[in-house]
């Protein structure tokens, strides 16, 4: 079975500064997609960045980006130029292949500060 | 228009009551999911359907009761719920089942509180 690890309960960073949140995951799968998704306080999930398994190249989406270590099973997320806004709960997900389940992380609350 | 919309936002109701939630999306989305987030943890996948068929059922009681009577609807009946099913209701939607990188859009979910 698969499953997602988030070591960091809590994470805080100053406003402008970057913070890096950890994820590894455990799967024998070769082909899969993993997934950062964020939830604000009282506010809906919403989709941070995606990584296909099969790309080499790290994905980036603005201030966000991840580094992907397929042999590791590690996809830790950076942010940088941190910004109140992205105060949130973070949570990592992993999808096998050609099926419908995300497994998630246990999830990291990231608070920025002024 | 990438929305989408749960009712209600929040419910209360007695252990013999039964009641729905609704979840709608009008992004044209084949799969559509439930999910049970309680306080402080990671949401927990509880059915999906794709292309209106119930595709996966995460085991989940038989007091929840799902439904999809369209491809843009979602219901989750429930009826004879205990105090533990309390937790935040999420629906999501996808593109298509199991599609590659598709995200899941989530709604912003119903809250339950079963007395």
């Known amino acids: 079975a698969q499953t997602v690890t988030q070591s960091q309960p809590e994470m805080s960073v100053q406003e402008a500064e970057t913070v890096t949140l950890s994820c590894t995951y455990d799967t024998s799968e070769s082909n899969y997609y993993l997934f950062w998704y964020k939830q604000p306080p009282s506010r809906q999930m919403i989709l941070v960045i995606r990584q296909e398994a099969y790309k080499q190249q790290n994905a980036t989406e603005n201030r966000f980006s991840v580094n992907f270590q397929k042999a590791a099973k590690s996809f830790s997320l950076k942010i940088s130029d941190s910004q109140l806004g992205d105060t949130a709960m973070y949570f990592c997900a992993f999808r096998r292949y050609n099926t419908d389940k995300l497994i998630f992380g246990t999830g990291t609350r990231l608070q920025v500060f002024p | 228009d990438t929305e989408v919309t749960q009712t209600p936002k929040h419910l209360v109701m007695g252990m013999t009551n039964k009641k729905s939630l609704k979840c709608e999306q009008h992004?044209?989305?084949?799969?559509m999911y439930w999910y049970k987030q309680k306080a402080k943890k990671p949401p927990e996948l509880m059915f999906v359907?794709?292309?209106?068929?119930?595709?996966i059922n995460e085991s989940v009681p038989s007091r929840f009761s799902p439904e999809c009577p369209n491809s843009s609807l979602l219901n989750l009946h429930l009826h004879a719920l205990q105090p533990e099913d309390s937790a935040l209701y999420l629906c999501a939607s996808s593109q298509v089942p199991s599609g590659g990188t598709y995200e899941q859009y989530f709604g912003p979910g119903t809250r339950l509180t079963v007395t």
């Open positions: 992004m044209g989305h084949r799969a």
């Open positions: 359907y794709s292309y209106e068929k119930l595709s």
